[in-house]
């Protein structure tokens, strides 16, 4: 195996061996504790710019599926290609075993020519990130790459799909504000008797025909989705019902007029501990964000949904008469747990009730 050296803007520097591309990559460096996950994660947009150092110890032992279509979506990937920037890990296993594994994590990564390093101490790189906060870094293969902050970037503009496309044929219509949508919410609601209208992220909704508004997840700062917010204000002052998730979590909290800021190290794994507001009630939920909603700025008529139990951040709002909420984490899993995959139900109860009321 080739040599190479994850460097970050602190100046440390750690050598490992290569694996996928022979190649060289900058990005902001941040983990994840989640123990599985890695086929959804590397796919998923909400990563993109993003080099991932993963703390369970042995990645790749379970391979990498092959492609099925659903619709005309991935049935397995969360988009088309892989997203993440570089790939971090302690023990990379070229060999693998599982019932779909089609090919290995490192042909893989090859394939969307992103570089991976392993033989990497994870956990001490992450004790690291934890201490100081997610730092730019680089994979550094033959040539060096000047260090690059992706949150300066417009990323939703370059991960979301352009043009407008229907999904299913159900009753309810929604619209789906794609800025980086996973495409098991695609999936998620397409279980649930609706007709989904994809649009672009600076897409112009309001002149749309639907019963519900959804805004999906995506990568980086939230303050760079201008016209999005613009939109979302006209839609805050109608009475349609809105949901989002991650990045439309945040997307909401700008558009009602509060103000969202960057987490020291974020939340990225599958066993964050969320409490209901006004109740006792902990769900164990999938995340992976590195800004949140600051809850102080929000107007009187917001508050917050739900509250992360580990650090006590916003991780979801809610109007407190109209039908408009979200979540901070993914309702939605893929990968992780699918324990709060009812709020897709109570957010069609919500279009079904205004429906009934309004027509
Ligand atoms: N998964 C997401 O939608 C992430 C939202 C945003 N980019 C953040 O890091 O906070």
Redesign the pocket.
């Known amino acids: 195996m080739n040599q190479v050296k994850l460097i970050l803007e602190d100046g440390t520097s750690i050598s490992g061996e290569s694996f996928g591309a022979f190649t060289s990559a900058a990005g902001e460096v941040v983990f994840s504790t989640a123990m599985t996950g890695y086929p959804e994660n590397l796919t998923?947009p909400?990563f993109a710019g993003q080099i991932l150092v993963l703390t369970t110890p042995m990645v790749g032992n379970y391979g990498v599926p092959g492609e099925e279509l659903y619709e005309s979506i991935s049935r397995i990937f969360e988009s088309d290609k892989i997203h993440i920037a570089g790939l971090v890990v302690n023990y990379y296993s070229e060999e693998h075993s599982h019932w779909n594994a089609a090919k290995s994590l490192g042909d893989w990564l090859k394939e969307y020519n992103i570089p991976g390093i392993c033989g990497v101490d994870t956990r001490m790189l992450t004790k690291k990130l934890r201490e100081k906060g997610a730092m730019l870094g680089k994979i550094v293969a033959e040539t060096d790459v000047p260090f690059h902050d992706p949150n300066l970037d417009n990323l939703v503009a370059q991960v979301s799909q352009p043009g407008v496309e229907h999904f299913g044929s159900g009753q309810h219509k929604i619209v789906l504000v794609d800025c980086?949508t996973k495409t098991n919410i695609i999936r998620c609601f397409l279980e649930r008797d609706v007709e989904l209208i994809r649009v672009p992220w600076d897409y112009d909704f309001t002149t749309l025909d639907y019963d519900g508004l959804f805004l999906s997840?995506?990568?980086?700062?939230?303050k760079m989705c201008e016209p999005t917010i613009r939109h979302l204000q006209k839609a805050l002052a109608q009475d349609k019902p809105i949901f989002g998730?991650?990045?439309?979590s945040?997307l909401m909290g700008l558009a009602a007029g509060g103000d969202t800021f960057k987490l020291k190290y974020?939340h990225r794994s599958h066993n964050q501990p969320v409490k209901l507001t006004g109740t006792q009630r902990c769900y164990i939920t999938s995340q992976?964000?590195?800004?949140?909603v600051d809850t102080e700025t929000l107007p009187a008529e917001w508050q917050m949904l739900f509250e992360n139990l580990n650090d006590g951040t916003c991780e979801g709002i809610k109007h407190t008469s109209k039908p408009f909420f979200s979540t901070q984490f993914?309702p939605e899993a893929a990968g992780g747990p699918e324990d709060t995959e009812f709020l897709f139900d109570d957010f069609l109860k919500a279009v079904v009730e205004y429906k009934r009321t309004t027509k």
């Open positions: 998923d909400s980086g997840n995506g990568p980086g700062d939230p998730i991650c990045l439309g945040q974020g992976n964000h590195g800004f949140a993914h």
